[in-house]
Structures are given as structure tokens and as C-alpha cells.
């Protein structure tokens, strides 16, 4: 499915990175640049890149784990506090009407970095699915990353 925003075509012209994202946006010197909207010694909070909705974020250890029993009890704490986070800075600042919340854990349960654990954290709006998705195979979101990033950005800082 294709996401219709447009800002993907310089990154689809740079060429894929064989790195983990996350390992490469957890010790980037440029944070806006990579997304990222916190990174503290256990986890990193950054933009998904190519998001269901527009605030659509990722909680991910900064260790490179694959498998949530990997993680020791500290950072599955901080995990889940990184995500209460994420609900808040979207409540904030988007008002959602709800939120998607979870793990995609392995391949075959939809994981597309099966390697490196992270948590989604999606808000969601009553009519916000169409049928773009499904008759076009075109995602449409309302605001480029950059926008989105901006203004959820204040809302980590302390």
C-alpha cells in the first residue's frame, strides 16, 4: 500500500539502509533529521516513517532485541512508560478519539524489523479509514512528517 504524502521520494531515491533504523536513529547526532522525539539510555521514541495516521510513533528499546521476553524488567518498564508518553503528547496535541497500541512480534505477526522490538503507538478518528486503501492502494495523510514532527516535538521536551 502506498502512502500519499510528499516527502518519500528523497528517501526512496537515497536507497535503503541494510542498518537497523532503529539502531541508526538511536545514535544519530541529528534528531529531526531521523525523527526522533526522545532518546534516554533505555529506549528511543521516534516518527514512524511511513505511518498508518498522522502522529503514528514507535517505542523501541535502544538495545537491539528482537523478542519482548529478551528485555530485561527496566526497560520493558520504560517501554511502557516511553508509550503512556506518546498517548499523552498525542492527546496534546492531535485530540485523537483513540489509539491503536501494540507489538508486532516476528515476520508472520507483521513485524517489518523482526529484529529490533518496538511498540506502535497509533492515534486514531472515527472515519479516519476510506477507500483509498482499498480501491487506490494509497494511503492519504493529512500533513507531511516534517509538520507532524515539529508539532509533536514540544510535547517531549521537559
Same mark, same amino acid.
Given at each position: 500500500?502506498?502512502?500519499?504524502?510528499?516527502?518519500?521520494?528523497?528517501?526512496?531515491?537515497?536507497?535503503?539502509?541494510?542498518?537497523?533504523?532503529?539502531?541508526?536513529?538511536?545514535?544519530?547526532?541529528?534528531?529531526?533529521?531521523?525523527?526522533?522525539?526522545?532518546?534516554? =539510555? %533505555?529506549?528511543?521514541? &521516534?516518527?514512524?516513517?511511513?505511518?498508518?495516521?498522522? *502522529?503514528?510513533?514507535?517505542? @523501541?528499546? $535502544?538495545?537491539?532485541?528482537?523478542?519482548?521476553?529478551?528485555?530485561?524488567?527496566?526497560?520493558?518498564?520504560?517501554?511502557?512508560?516511553?508509550?503512556?508518553?506518546?498517548?499523552?503528547?498525542?492527546?496534546?496535541?492531535?485530540? =485523537? %478519539?483513540?489509539?491503536? &497500541?501494540?507489538?508486532?512480534?516476528?515476520?508472520?505477526? *507483521?513485524?517489518?524489523?523482526? @529484529?529490533? $522490538?518496538?511498540?506502535?503507538?497509533?492515534?486514531?478518528?472515527?472515519?479516519?479509514?476510506?477507500?483509498?486503501?482499498?480501491?487506490?492502494?494509497?494511503?492519504?495523510?493529512?500533513?507531511?512528517?516534517?509538520?507532524?514532527?515539529?508539532?509533536?516535538?514540544?510535547?517531549?521536551?521537559?
Amino acid at each position: 500500500m502506498d502512502r500519499l504524502y510528499g516527502d518519500r521520494m528523497q528517501y526512496l531515491r537515497s536507497g535503503a539502509s541494510t542498518e537497523c533504523f532503529l539502531c541508526e536513529d538511536a545514535s544519530t547526532e541529528d534528531p529531526p533529521d531521523h525523527l526522533v522525539l526522545e532518546r534516554d =539510555p %533505555q529506549i528511543l521514541i &521516534v516518527m514512524n516513517r511511513y505511518p498508518y495516521n498522522s *502522529g503514528h510513533l514507535l517505542v @523501541a528499546p $535502544l538495545r537491539h532485541v528482537g523478542d519482548l521476553e529478551e528485555l530485561k524488567p527496566a526497560e520493558l518498564s520504560r517501554v511502557m512508560e516511553g508509550s503512556l508518553q506518546c498517548l499523552s503528547a498525542l492527546r496534546q496535541v492531535y485530540s =485523537p %478519539q483513540g489509539f491503536n &497500541v501494540g507489538f508486532n512480534l516476528g515476520s508472520a505477526g *507483521g513485524a517489518g524489523v523482526p @529484529a529490533h $522490538l518496538h511498540l506502535h503507538v497509533v492515534p486514531r478518528w472515527t472515519g479516519d479509514t476510506n477507500f483509498m486503501p482499498v480501491v487506490g492502494e494509497t494511503k492519504v495523510l493529512p500533513e507531511m512528517l516534517a509538520d507532524t514532527y515539529a508539532k509533536l516535538r514540544p510535547a517531549f521536551t521537559d
